[in-house]
Structure formats: C-alpha cells, structure tokens
C-alpha cells in the first residue's frame, strides 16, 4: 500500500495531465479531503482531534514519498474508534426515548458547521441527532418500540460494518474516495 501510494504519487506529479506538485500545498489539500471524506458531517472527531491531528498538515507529502502511511492510518483508527464510540451512545439514548416538551433544533447539515470541541459537544449533537431520528420515525407513525428497534439495529449495523473494516480498506478508502456516512 505505501509503495502504490508513491507510485501514485510519482505517477500524478509527472505524468497527470494537470501534473500537480506533491509538497505541502498539496498536502494540507489532502489533509482537507481525507476528513471529509472520513466525516463529512463532523458527527466523530472533535476539535481535539483535529488539534491533535494539525501537525500532520503538511507531512503527508513527506510520509507518502518515505512510504509511510502511518499518519493516515492513525487518523483512519481514530475515526472508527469515535464511530463504535458515538454509535455505542446513540443506542444508549433510545433506552428511555426522548421528550420533545423542550425547545430544541438540530443543525441537520453540518458541512460548515464547526468540529465538536470535545467529548461533552460531541455527546450533546449526538443526543440531539438520535432524537432527530427518533422524531423522524414517530412522524412516520412508528410506536416507541418499533423506533427503538429500528435505531437500535441502524446503529448496531453501523458499528458491524465499521468494525468489518482493516488495513486494506483505509487505503481503498482514502485512495478512491468511497464514503460510509452520508
């Protein structure tokens, strides 16, 4: 993996018709589209992990030329440890279900929306995520049960795939771009 990934990069610096050079332009632009290719949302990394990642913005081109892939892979870990993470709170939610007596809104497209400052936002959004898809469903005219089943088994699926996921698929991923929340 880490010599296609050099190939790869030897191949688009010289013989891509739009040759881009590898440095660290080109590497904070990679940076960039590997988390939101990752979390496009930004529903599984925190501001601290992002601040935790920063140093790594423009060292992406070092490491692909040296044939080490350790950055990326360290990122691609962190992201399907918040994923079983964030999955796992999800379902810890629908045990006593949600009153919607408060006046709350959740920012449904969160493409610009800023990163989590920490643990503590991240379980707020995803408090208010879950019970948006809870109120989703009981407007389809689900019981409460029903939607406990239904959002138990969504998130339980979710955390199968992603644990389903290895080496290979980091590189498939980050290489072809392929998403697995959308």
């Known amino acids: 993996q880490a010599q296609a990934a050099q190939l790869s990069a030897r191949f688009l610096t010289r013989f891509h018709y739009d040759a881009q050079p590898l440095d660290d332009a080109m590497s904070a632009k990679i940076y960039a589209d590997y988390f939101k290719l990752l979390d496009p949302d930004k529903v599984f990394f925190t501001q601290q992990d992002m601040d935790r990642f920063a140093p ?3 060292k ?3 490491a692909i030329w040296n044939e080490d892939l350790s950055a990326p892979f360290d990122i691609y870990n ?4 918040r994923a079983v993470q964030r999955m796992t709170y999800a379902r810890s939610l ?3 279900g949600f009153s919607f007596d ?4 959740y920012q449904y497209d969160r493409k ?5 400052k920490d643990d503590a936002a991240l379980d707020a959004l995803w408090r208010k995520r879950t019970m948006n898809d809870w109120l989703r469903l009981k407007l389809a005219g689900k019981s409460d049960d029903d939607i406990r089943k239904t959002l138990t088994k969504r998130y339980t699926n979710y955390i199968e795939r992603v644990k389903q996921l290895d080496g ?6 980050h290489r072809a771009g ?3 929340v959308g």
Not at 78 to 81: G, H, N, P, S, Y
Not at 102 to 105: I, L, Q, R, W, Y
Not at 112 to 116: C, E, F, R, S
């Open 168 to 173: 290979d698929d980091a590189f498939r991923f």
């Open 112 to 116: 610009d929306a800023a990163w989590a």
């Open 56 to 58: 790594l913005k423009t």
């Open 178 to 180: 392929d998403g697995l």
């Open 94 to 96: 629908l045990k006593n």
């Open 60 to 62: 992406l081109d070092d």
């Open 78 to 81: 962190k992201f399907l440890q």
């Open 102 to 105: 408060g006046n709350e809104s």
